[in-house]
């Protein structure tokens, strides 16, 4: 079995769709609730014993007496997972009204753009924030795949790690004083060094800016270390980077990578 956790984004949906629809492969989507559940069988059109309900962030894996079978029994024998996890965060309706009524004025100053878009901020929702969702969320669901016996993780991370100065990292924070639950691709690399000495076999996969454009349009250039960011276009489709889990599942072999 492979087993595609929190497929019911747009990264993750079509990650998910491509695996139901590979006849290689025996499918679960694992989601937290039933409303991710319902999104995800309207995205794909899966069955409904494709898509299990359970949240393994909320699992105990310590008081085995206890509860010695935390997880659905749906999800035993499975092989390989698929983690698609990440904090997303939702803009301030207040910072675009704020760059709309400087439009006027930026039209008029030459060189300038009409919207500069990193004046809008954004924010996270209430226990939604980078440290939990991609650093601990992502923690337990690696040491849930060891307690499933799960050979192969591959793990969609993010471009741009190890620059800890990125725009990324701000995101969520206060402008003036910098405090705030950001550093989203800093928790994302703390969770693949968390899995790299997992004892896991992985695949991490650092994709560029993502576009909902269809796949196989773009050449697709691989490197590693943030290399890739100094080029001008940076940009990926998300088919494209569902296309790579694939491949990964397919044929890494035995071999751990990661890579840009």
């Avoid at 409904?48 to 894996?61: A, G, I, R």
């Avoid at 983690?83 to 207040?94: G, R």
């Avoid at 954004?122 to 969320?137: I, L, N, S, T």
Wanted: glycine share 6%; hydrophobic share 40%; net charge neutral.
């Amino acid at each position: 079995t492979s087993l595609a956790y929190n497929p019911a984004g747009r990264t993750g949906s079509l990650v998910f769709k491509r695996l139901i629809g590979d006849s290689r492969f025996d499918v679960v989507g694992l989601v937290r609730s039933e409303a991710s559940a319902k999104k995800l069988i309207a995205k794909t059109k899966c069955a409904l014993e494709e898509v299990v309900v359970s949240d393994v962030t909320q699992m105990e894996f310590e008081n085995v007496d206890d509860n010695p079978h935390p997880w659905p029994y749906a999800l035993d024998n499975t092989e390989a997972m698929v983690i698609c996890t990440s904090a997303v965060p939702q803009i301030s309706k207040l910072s675009i009204m704020k760059a709309l009524l400087k439009i006027p004025l930026n039209i008029l100053t030459p060189n300038k753009k009409a919207i500069n878009f990193r004046d809008l901020q954004f924010r996270y929702r209430p226990g939604q924030y980078p440290e939990k969702v991609d650093y601990w969320g992502q923690k337990k669901q690696i040491d849930f795949a060891k307690k499933l016996g799960v050979k192969h993780i591959v793990l969609v991370s993010s471009m741009g790690g190890l620059d800890p100065d990125n725009f990324l990292n701000s995101i969520g924070k206060d402008r003036m004083t910098g405090e705030g639950n950001g550093d989203i691709l800093i928790w994302k690399r703390k969770a693949e060094r968390y899995l790299r000495v997992s004892g896991l076999q992985y695949t991490v996969i650092h994709p560029g800016g993502l576009v909902d454009t269809e796949a196989s349009q773009m050449e697709l250039v691989l490197d590693v270390d943030d290399n890739l960011m100094k080029n001008e276009k940076k940009s990926i489709s998300r088919g494209d980077v569902a296309n790579l889990c694939i491949a990964a599942l397919t044929e890494s072999g035995d071999k751990s990578v990661s890579f840009d």
